[in-house]
T-cell receptor
Framework: NAGVTQTPKFRILKIGQSMTLQCTQD?????MYWYRQDPGMGLKLIYY???????DKGEVPNGYNVSRSTTEDFPLRLELAAPSQTSVYFC????????????FGPGTRLTVL | GDSVTQMEGPVTLSEEAFLTINCTYT??????LFWYVQYPGEGLQLLLK?????DKGSNKGFEATYRKETTSFHLEKGSVQVSDSAVYFC????????????FGTGTSLTVIP
């Protein structure tokens, strides 16, 4: 059982470049999330989705976009990369009720130079 | 709003020492409480959870009790091992905020032989 998978594991971008971080889950979870983790800090929610076609902003959405066309996939798009977006990005998923534990992917380490 | 306050680190202990990591929360509803662990270079993994007052979550020798009267969920382990070296995150999920998760800033634990 793969759980939550993320690609790529590492990426270096130049300022102004764009990229998409991929996230896929095979647990049929309705809810999916994107977090960023800055060094020595906790996790900050960027965007979340409660189901296919529905997304909403979290605490730090500026500079990012998301889409949710299927239950399994929740890509995160950076349009114009800035050094402030250097971080580790985690995708997570959960059921919305009952056991609402979040399951995390292994993360993508992004550096913007 | 809902939030989690977690004991600052880093914490360094000798093997077989007793561990306590403090966590207190603020929530308007009746949240579920979680401890997640992050090993170096990996994503977050659920360590234990409690969904209602007075529940005790336990796993791998770690325990935490949901104390509504003190709004706390302190993590304890009687005898730590080198393999417990990791970052520990306290988190809450409240149904009245769409089951969004709120994470503490994390506490880094290093166990030395």
């Amino acid at each position: 059982n793969a759980g939550v998978t993320q690609t790529p594991k590492f990426r270096i971008l130049k300022i102004g470049q764009s990229m998409t971080l991929q996230c896929t889950q095979d647990m049929n979870h309705n809810y999916m999330y994107w977090y960023r983790q800055d060094p020595g800090m906790g996790l900050k929610l960027i965007y979340y989705s409660v189901g296919a076609g529905i997304t909403d902003k979290g605490e730090v959405p500026n500079g990012y976009n998301v889409s949710r066309s299927t239950t399994e996939d929740f890509p995160l798009r950076l349009e114009l990369a800035a050094p402030s977006q250097t971080s580790v990005y985690f995708c997570a998923s959960s059921y919305p009720w009952g056991e609402n534990t979040q399951y995390f992917g292994p993360g993508t380490r992004l550096t913007v130079l | 709003g809902d939030s989690v306050t977690q004991m600052e680190g880093p914490v360094t202990l000798s093997e077989e020492a007793f561990l306590t990591i403090n966590c207190t929360y603020t929530a308007t509803g009746y949240p579920s409480l979680f401890w997640y662990v992050q090993y170096p270079g990996e994503g977050l993994q659920l360590l234990l959870k409690a969904t209602k007052a007075d529940d005790k979550g336990s796993n791998k020798g770690f325990e935490a009790t949901y104390r509504k009267e003190t709004t706390s969920f302190h993590l304890e382990k009687g005898s730590v091992q080198v393999s417990d070296s990791a970052v520990y995150f306290c988190a809450l999920s409240a149904p009245n905020t769409g089951n969004q998760f709120y994470f503490g800033t994390g506490t880094s634990l290093t166990v030395i032989p």
